[in-house]
């Protein structure tokens, strides 16, 4: 199987995905072997034909581990956060799986847009579920709350997959830090407009209307 002594299956398979992650991100799938992923994971191109069965399949764990991860987030978010919390929480998870967002972006380039299986079996489900939750939370319609996850997903990748030092220069500010604060009080600000389009808010859990 390929596996360095003293790794677990779950172990092997982990840093093979942290590995295929990083590489895809940075080669896009035309451009990235399997033996070069291999190297980088520590294990034999045939061990990771044996834990994904291609490369295709390797690829496929990684976009699906994003928005696995990501579903876990927003379903362990507190029902009553602060709508600013929300945003908070979701860009860190997108900084810390910065690799994922990128091949998420760069597979979309390649093609053109998501593949029908990544549409089918995650996008439009994840879209539907959490939509209905803001509506819920917030007291917004569903769609305007479908608008502001589309709306605010791009922007959060956008802003993540940037060198940091690329963002502060975009914004005028003068370091990483400083804007990712103001970025975070972009989202906050674009999100609460598209829940009520017509309403000037500081969002809270407590119901408001349109």
Known sequence: MGRIRGRTREQTREEALAAAAKMFAEGGFEGTSLSLIAEHAGISAAALCHHFGSKRGLYEAVTDRIYRSLSELLDGIAPKSAFEDVVSQV?????AHRDEIRV???GIMERGGLDERMR????????AHVAKRMAETYGSTETNARH????????????????????????GVTGAAEARVVILE?????????????VATNLSPAKQTS
Do not use: C, W
């Open 104 to 106: 998420l972006l760069g």
């Open 148 to 171: 502001m996850l589309i709306v605010l997903s791009h922007l959060v990748a956008r802003f993540v997959s940037n060198d940091p030092k690329d963002n502060a220069v975009a914004l």
């Open 186 to 198: 972009l989202l906050t600000t674009t999100g609460q407009h598209l829940l009520f389009p017509n």
């Open 91 to 95: 860009y860190g998870h997108a900084e």
């Open 120 to 127: 089918e079996t995650h996008m439009l489900p994840l879209t």
